[in-house]
């Protein structure tokens, strides 16, 4: 789980630092005494969990969250128990009174594995009848049955579904790796194909819709073994 | 091989937990709690303090000085909990009233800062002898 700390306080930082070294599931990513120092990384790197002090100069550990262009799993840290407020208003996993003490921060590291398995199921239910695609600025929601193919060209791929057309940046391969549904088969390196979207196959190549994708020979048992031929 | 260290340095600490003696002092079930199975964190938690806490002293004198409330708030805040963690618990709930005090502006929150810088004095050569004594037990440790 990367992790970062946030905290003006050495002493405070070192005794979270010694409390993620007894939970082996921890990768320390990042130590920091400011919030803007923690922000420029948040910027070029995402993370899993963030231990945050509340009362922090020049940027206090509220405003880096209202900053964030995504949310990791934040553990909120302080001496004034009046922040616990706050923290439900910002639904974080937890939060510590300070001083942090290794019990302490054991019950904390609890809910936040179980949110992290919750996580990863919701993802991984997601990701067995969906994807999303940037654009636009939104991410747009795929369902995979109205997903028809995936065609590679450069270094984009576009998506064609029943309701139009994504360009999204990418290899072919890596998206396959990806993709969990059991009916997109590659059927040549350019392309992907649903298998409920075949209209017909003839030769070396099959009709989606009124596109004709080629098949190649690599290719071609596999995509034969994959159809209820009688 | 880092590690094997590591491992045999963690049992030696647990085997030695009892024979530790933290300084009667400071707050003993804490430091006992907190650091008798991890002698050499709490070397360098009283590491930190000890080459810190005179200069944030001396910050929140000097600002005491020139009522500059915002200063005082802001080192009081800071460093409260680091007299927590060298079992100086009762000047942690001074610094947190400096901490309040200032934050109203009261002007009796002077007076409470000299006391601060008093009794932190006072307590220190229990505070150095105690990060001598854990530098000296992580020191045994390691060369056994």
Redesign the interface.
Known sequence: MKTILVD?????I??LR?CCESWPEINLAGVFQDAQQAMSFLNKEEIDLMFLDV?M?EMTGLELIDNLSYLPQIVLTS?NREYAYEALEYEVTDFIK??V??KRFQKAMEKVEERHKRINEVALSSAATELYVKSDGKLVRLPYNEILYFENVGDYIKVISERGMHIIYGALKALADRLSYPRFLKVHRSYIVNLDKVVDIEDNSLVIGKKVIPISRAHKPMVMSSINLI | MDKLVDDLTQTLESDNRGAFEFDKGLDVTFLA??YGA?LS?GA??FG??VS?IHHELDALEASATHKDYPTIR?IA??????F??VGLAELSTLT?QIETLARQEKNSVISLVDTLGIKCRECMPSVEAQYRSLQAAVRGHRDH
């Open positions: 003006d306080n050495l002493m405070e070192e005794a010694n009362e100069p001496s300070k001083p003490l290794l | 709690t907190t991890n964190f360098k938690m930190i303090f810190s802001a805040h800071k460093i409260k909990n680091n927590t963690w947190a």
